[in-house]
């Protein structure tokens, strides 16, 4: 029952409504996603999930949401001390394309979209990107005469699109990966000081 204000209702059952869209998500895929598929899974009435969620698309964007903090968990700034720097960044580049590459795969056409038009998403990862080059200007690991802004965006753009490529062309995992280290290697080779 939706509260006196109108509002939807979350609790444990909405919960459950999303962990069982992210399960149908990366059985199925998305593109054939209904409520009712949800209802069947989880053996539960249209007024339970209409009391949460106007519509399945409201559910996939809070999937959508946890794959973006997921990646985001990969960055911690500033690299630990001793640790070397582009060991690091590596890590962060393939951990992202890992951590996601099974949810993306069949969420692909709607994380690429939802990554192109949400600007908040963009905009937080570009910024960190930002921050590890200037980290690694300041700490005399990477050229000082680095176009930094043009450059992040770059970073951005190089990363997801090898990721959108290879779960589109259905590129193994570590096929996938492999190519990411080794393109991203002979990258990271340019800008080294």
């Given amino acids: 029952m939706r509260k006196k204000n109108g509002t939807l209702l979350r609790d444990e059952v909405s919960e459950k409504i999303v962990e069982t869209t992210e399960y149908l998500v990366i059985q ?50 500033p690299p630990t001390p001793g640790v070397d720097f582009f060991e690091y960044v590596e890590k962060v580049v393939l951990q992202c394309l890992l951590d996601t590459y099974e949810l993306k795969k069949e969420f692909s056409q709607y994380t690429f979209e939802h990554d ?12 960190k990107i930002r921050e590890l080059l200037l980290y690694g200007i300041e700490q005399k690991l990477l050229k000082e005469d680095l176009d930094v802004d043009t450059l992040s965006y770059f970073v951005w753009c190089f990363c997801r699109g090898c990721n959108a490529d290879a779960v589109t ?15 991203f290697s002979y990258f990271m080779d340019g800008i080294k000081r």
């Fill in 28 to 77: 199925q895929g998305v593109k054939t996603l209904t409520v009712r598929m949800v209802l069947k899974e989880l053996g539960v009435t249209n007024r339970v999930f209409y009391n949460r969620f106007h519509n399945i698309d409201e559910v996939l964007n809070i999937v959508y949401e946890k794959v973006v903090l997921k990646m985001r968990e990969n960055i911690q700034f």
């Fill in 169 to 183: 062309r259905n590129i193994s995992k570590e096929d996938a990966a492999r190519s990411m280290k080794t393109g």
């Fill in 116 to 127: 192109s038009l949400s600007k908040n998403n963009c905009d937080w990862w570009i910024a």
